[in-house]
């Protein structure tokens, strides 16, 4: 059995890939087959005899000792780019979000007083009260 360490919180979706037949994925292991990392900082982090491969759910590789690691014939890989749908998200709605004032609208109604969002109309002997009043078109 393979020994998988996890040194940051990693998607259950992610995880699951790891077929418990085959590996064992932790997150304390003293002498792992493979380091699963996210942004922990590694350079201090001591690695048993066993550890062949780091993988780092990111780009870049700055929070790993890759001399360290390439003196004892660990392979170091990462994943850029896996991200980049998320990115995109975020940059297309943080420019629709400043280009239309969202937040400052958002603020500006939620500070409202309540008494200034409801309307009552009479209609005969029934009072209506609400923001959809019956009869109106």
Known sequence: MLKVQ??????????DKFSSDIYDVSVKDNNPDAILVRSAKMHELE???????????????NNIPLEKMSDKGVV?????????????????????????NICQAWNYVNNLPLENLKATVEDGKKQYSGSELPGKH
């Open 6 to 15: 996890v040194l940051n919180n990693i998607s259950s979706l992610g995880l």
């Open 47 to 61: 690695t048993g005899e066993n550890l062949k491969a780091i993988g780092r759910a990111g780009a870049g590789v």
């Open 76 to 100: 170091v890989f990462n994943t850029p780019g896996a991200n980049a749908n998320a990115v995109k998200e975020l940059v297309i709605s943080s420019m629709l979000l400043a280009s239309r």
